[in-house]
T-cell receptor, first 116, second 112 residues
Framework: DTGVSQDPRHKITKRGQNVTFRCDPISEHNRLYWYRQTLGQGPEFLTY????????KSRLLSDRFSAERPKGSFSTLEIQRTEQGDSAMYLC??????????????FGSGTRLTIV | KQEVTQIPAALSVPEGENLVLNCSFT??????LQWFRQDPGKGLTSLLL?????REQTSGRLNASLDKSSGRSTLYIAASQPGDSATYLC???????????FGKGTTLSVSS
């Protein structure tokens, strides 16, 4: 296992189009997270899965955003009707966690989204 | 609401200097703290993870300390090299949730 993989690395799309990103976590990690990072800022939490269940969503995740993690493996993040403000780096991370435990996060290389 | 602040926002040093990056957080009830490195346009690479019961962690030329009671962590880099040039991010995870809360980072430039 070579770590967390994200696809595509870069995506340029016209405003109003839909886009979908994919994240493949480290296989033994049960938790998967999506973050968004804009220039000069730290990553901001979007949503989190434990296995296939989506357990937490940030208020940043508007109704145009949807995330899935079927069968608790890879995850997809879809943005519908993209807007200029959606331009950002979208980061995926995974971790191994249990009751009261968290063993640190591993991040992928990110997907850079540019809305034109 | 947890807030993480990193000072300074940017730092330029000549090669060979020892340096300290600072991170402070407003809620001391954290589960652990993690330092990351980010190269321009890239993802995050984990450097050090400190559990709340620990006071410090070391990896090579890096040493991170944690003082929960004062809400502070420092990342010490010894004998800096041009290859250390990157943005360093501090993040905490609270006991009440599982999302990492990040600071804005310190951008380090090491000149040869």
């Amino acid at each position: 296992d070579t770590g967390v993989s994200q696809d595509p690395r870069h995506k340029i799309t016209k405003r109003g189009q839909n886009v979908t990103f994919r994240c493949d976590p480290i296989s033994e990690h049960n938790r998967l997270y999506w973050y968004r990072q804009t220039l000069g800022q730290g990553p901001e939490f979007l949503t989190y899965f434990q296995n296939e269940a989506q357990l937490e969503k940030s208020r940043l995740l508007s109704d145009r955003f949807s995330a899935e993690r079927p069968k608790g493996s890879f995850s997809t993040l879809e943005i519908q009707r993209t807007e200029q403000g959606d331009s950002a780096m979208y980061l995926c991370a995974s971790s191994l966690g249990g009751t009261g435990a968290n063993y640190g996060y591993t991040f992928g290389s990110g997907t850079r989204l540019t809305i034109v | 609401k947890q807030e993480v602040t990193q000072i300074p926002a940017a730092l330029s040093v000549p090669e060979g200097e020892n340096l300290v990056l600072n991170c402070s957080f407003t809620d001391s009830a954290i589960y652990n703290l993690q330092w990351f490195r980010q190269d321009p346009g890239k993802g995050l690479t984990s450097l050090l993870l400190i559990q709340s019961s620990q006071r410090e962690q070391t990896s090579g030329r890096l040493n991170a300390s944690l003082d929960k009671s004062s809400g502070r962590s420092t990342l010490y880099i010894a004998a800096s090299q041009p290859g250390d040039s990157a943005t360093y991010l501090c993040a905490v995870i609270g006991q009440a949730g599982t999302a990492l809360i990040f600071g804005k980072g310190t951008t380090l430039s090491v000149s040869s």
